[in-house]
């Protein structure tokens, strides 16, 4: 299963972005999408989660900023992101948990995109 994200770059204080995240490849179904984000010198954490009936859970630092959202038929998870501030700069990393035709479980990472937020 690959993740290909996109939708990072360079915004102004204040402005939007919106990533995407396109699943592909053996999916038989997809639980759980996510978005993590990693700043320099700093431990990956958790953005924003939607389930498979759309329950979200958004970090702290995002709410009411950050919306989260999901087209189970494309297989893709989108982050709108609104009033960036500059220490949401950082590489933007989507997750999805599901499982295989075959059976078997995954949990598979895209290959981040960078979001800078600077004026």
């Known amino acids: 299963v690959q993740l290909q994200a996109s939708g990072g770059g360079l915004v102004q204080p204040g402005g939007s972005l919106r990533l995407s995240c396109v699943a592909s490849g053996s999916i038989f179904s997809v639980n759980d999408m996510g978005w993590y984000r990693q700043a320099p010198g700093k431990q990956r954490e958790l953005v924003a989660i939607i389930t498979s009936t759309g329950i979200r859970n958004y970090a702290d630092s995002v709410k009411g900023r950050f919306t989260i959202s999901r087209d189970n038929v494309k297989r893709t998870a989108y982050l709108q992101m609104n009033s960036l501030k500059p220490e949401d700069t950082a590489v933007y990393h989507c997750?999805?948990?599901?499982?295989?035709?075959?059976?078997?479980?995954?949990?598979?990472w895209g290959q981040g995109t960078l979001v800078t937020v600077s004026s």
């Open positions: 997750n999805a948990v599901g499982r295989s035709y075959k059976g078997t479980p995954f949990n598979s």
